[in-house]
């Protein structure tokens, strides 16, 4: 049957982007929370293919990405990610509520946080971006950052977005194949 898994990450926005560009980049990254925010483009990688939803309407993204995510469920599904339990999962969850859409249910110990696993949980900051990760595994980037998700939103490059969120997909999926294939997978909390 193979290995059940899907790869997701989410591209999010302030839900106001007056003044947005003009505050420091501290002060921007305290706005991309679920209060604040919303969610403009949602990856899931499954089989090798990537699925990105976007458009205007986060509602029926969200729709959508539940969706997607009942298609595959199973008992041995694993959700994997990166910084997935800290940001991505909690920011849909949220949003879900917000926008009075069911979820899926699902247990933490389904989700795989790649970000936990290669810091062996350490306690604390962990060192180590994603696009970090990327130059370990060889995986050239075009110079985007998340940091530029807001503003090629505003100038409504939406193309750029799904580029950039396929390449994370792409690279999340590699470390997920290097983690299990080096055990790294297997580390557990307790």
Same mark, same amino acid.
């Given at each position: ?72 469920? #199973?008992? +041995?599904?694993? @959700?994997?990610?990166?910084?997935? %339990?800290?940001?991505? /999962?909690?920011? *849909?969850?949220?949003? #879900?509520? +917000?926008?009075? @859409?069911?979820?899926?249910?699902? %247990?933490?110990?389904? /989700?795989?946080? *790649? ?13 180590? %971006? ?61």
């Amino acid at each position: 049957m193979g290995e059940q898994y899907f790869v997701l990450d989410i591209e999010t926005v302030p839900l106001k982007l007056e003044g947005y560009f003009d505050l420091p980049e501290e002060e921007q990254k305290k706005l991309l929370n679920p209060i604040d925010s919303k969610a403009v483009a949602i990856g899931v990688r499954v089989g090798g293919q990537s699925i990105i939803i976007q458009g205007e309407d986060e509602r029926k993204m969200l729709q959508d990405f539940w969706w997607e995510w009942r298609k595959v469920q #199973s008992p +041995v599904l694993q @959700v994997v990610g990166f910084n997935i %339990t800290h940001f991505d /999962i909690p920011f *849909l969850v949220t949003r #879900s509520f +917000v926008h009075n @859409v069911p979820i899926v249910p699902f %247990t933490l110990k389904s /989700i795989i946080d *790649l970000r936990e696993k290669v810091n062996a949980y350490r306690h604390g900051p962990s060192r180590g %971006t994603l696009k970090e990760f990327a130059g370990i595994l060889g995986i050239e980037m075009d110079g985007t950052d998340g940091s530029d998700i807001a503003r090629l939103h505003a100038e409504g490059n939406h193309q750029k977005i799904k580029e950039y969120l396929t390449t994370d997909l792409d690279i999340t999926e590699q470390m997920y194949k290097r983690m299990r294939d080096t055990n790294i997978l297997n580390i557990s909390r307790w």
